[in-house]
């Protein structure tokens, strides 16, 4: 209340207005005609003063904010209607505005308390995180170190330039899993044959391969040459065993196309799944067999079980150089069973010239080359060769890969990738029962009907001269 009398703004602090002109003449008139009625009149007896009773408005206190208690009595007593009416409006906004800015003030500070709470929690989250993943880091690392570790200890990995390597030990591993499930899929009587040959009884010394064979270990012989070798235990590279020779000598050449046409629809991945099944299965039926494995695109690549599992997709298919190859490796050798298995999933595309270079687009030509190789192959008795065409939208790849078949004296076997090492495992087993087979001395199907539209044929031909 005293704040509101002493506002500078309020009615009843202003001061009074000047007087005008009229009224300072009539003022300075009536003083001229009193001091002229003074000068020549009478003077008559002094009225008594007035008693007047002064009241103080809006007097400040000594501290210049406040009233006291009987001045500010005075003052609301000298204050008309309207100004009460006035001061009233003014306390009654004063404290509407003093409340405002409290609920403001108020408002701001849960803000502000609000902001801080969600910023500490969210950091309480961040660390939360940061430790698990720290924490998760570490387990991973640990598990990574642990693991690599006993890989190495077992042979699986091997450090090279500062990288991990898969090594022999575990791409043979992997194999005979894969052999494993490919075998739930084959009749029972080649599952059996899979097995192996019957006993000969006739034994010899040689280094351990696979480690079924442990039961038949020659122990001093391993000790001697874990000694020999510097070493205080046996391992797998220092131990001998008794190995049954067996009756029959067994050759196996392995030919896979991996031109870039096989990376599509994992084709490339399922020809290495059933090569290695297949390796396993012709070691552990004969451990002395020869199993020469190649992969070809323009050229011909001897590979390892380490670089046929590593092994990439290349260029175009050099059928010819893959044949040649065979040829090579089977005429010399003196076993008594000699295989040969070619995968593709397309017709020869490229060839190698009489300069050693290698050429590709002219498909007739290229065929030609593969034939001549073929009739090459063809020489080699006794040998079983079998073409494994994988499924194609194109007849003339069929048409192409049974006059192939045809001209060394195989067959053929057109299949899907998910079947490929089913008929691989069958057909080494002597087996009949595949998802289609085809002899190679079948009359081939009837051409296809050329396209009515001109040009058509000239697409097609394009098409699969860059299929790979």
């Known amino acids: ?22 009224a300072r003449l009539r003022a300075a008139f009536a003083r001229l005609i009193a001091w002229l009625k003074g000068l020549f009149g009478r003077r008559g007896p002094t009225p008594p003063p007035r008693k007047e009773r002064r009241v103080s408005i809006a007097v400040p206190s000594p501290d210049g904010r406040a009233l006291g208690a009987s001045e500010l009595g005075d003052a609301l007593a000298r204050l008309s209607g309207p100004q009460k009416d006035e001061l009233s409006q003014t306390v009654s906004g004063s404290l509407r505005t003093q409340e ?38 570490r387990v991973r690392a640990g598990e990574e170190h642990r693991l690599e570790r006993e890989l190495k200890e ?50 010899e010394k040689a280094r351990l391969r696979r480690a079924e064979e442990v ?102 298919t050099n059928t010819a150089e893959a044949l040649r190859a065979a040829h090579l490796l089977l005429r010399a050798s003196r076993a008594t069973r000699r295989e040969f298995y070619l995968i593709t999933d397309g017709l020869p595309e490229a060839y190698t010239a009489g300069d050693g270079r290698v050429r590709s687009g002219q498909l007739d030509v290229a065929m030609e080359h593969a034939l001549d190789r073929a009739r090459e192959l063809a020489t080699v008795s006794p040998l079983k060769s079998t073409v494994i065409l994988l499924k194609s939208d194109h007849p003339e790849y069929e048409t192409a890969a049974r006059t ?48 009515s539209r001109p040009g058509a044929a000239r697409r097609r031909r394009a098409d699969r001269r860059m299929g790979g």
């Open 215 to 316: 039961a038949r270990l020659d122990l001093p012989s391993s000790l001697l040459a874990a000694r020999l070798a510097g070493q205080r235990h046996i391992d797998e590279a220092t131990s001998y065993v008794y190995r049954e020779v067996t009756s029959e000598r067994v050759h196996i050449v392995l030919a896979f196309d991996r031109s870039g046409s096989m990376s599509e629809n994992g084709k490339l991945d399922a020809a290495k799944k059933a090569l290695l099944a297949l390796y396993v299965a012709v070691r552990r039926r004969y451990p002395d067999a020869t199993v020469d494995v190649f992969a070809f695109d323009n050229e011909v690549q001897v590979l390892d079980l380490v670089e046929l599992w590593e092994c990439k997709a290349g260029a175009f």
């Open 154 to 203: 077992r042979g699986f990995v091997a450090e090279r330039g500062g990288e991990l390597a898969v090594t022999y030990g575990l791409v043979e591993r992997f194999a005979r899993l894969l052999l494993e499930e490919e075998s739930r899929r084959l009749p029972g009587d080649i599952r059996l044959s899979l097995r192996g040959g019957g006993s000969t009884g006739v034994y």
């Open 404 to 451: 192939v078949a045809r001209t060394m004296g195989g067959e053929l076997v057109v299949t899907d990738p998910v079947r490929l090492g089913v008929e691989l495992l069958v057909r080494w087993a002597h087996g009949t029962e595949t998802e289609r087979r085809v002899s190679a001395t079948a009359a081939p199907p009837p051409a296809p009907r050329a396209a």
């Open 100 to 137: 405002r800015e409290l609920e403001r003030a108020a408002e701001e500070k849960r803000r502000a308390a609000e902001t801080q709470r969600r910023l500490l929690e969210e950091e309480r989250r961040e660390a939360e995180r940061r430790a698990a993943a720290d924490t998760e880091a």
């Open 1 to 22: 209340m005293s704040a509101a009398l002493l506002l500078p703004a309020a009615s009843w602090n202003q001061p009074p207005p000047k007087p005008g002109i009229g």
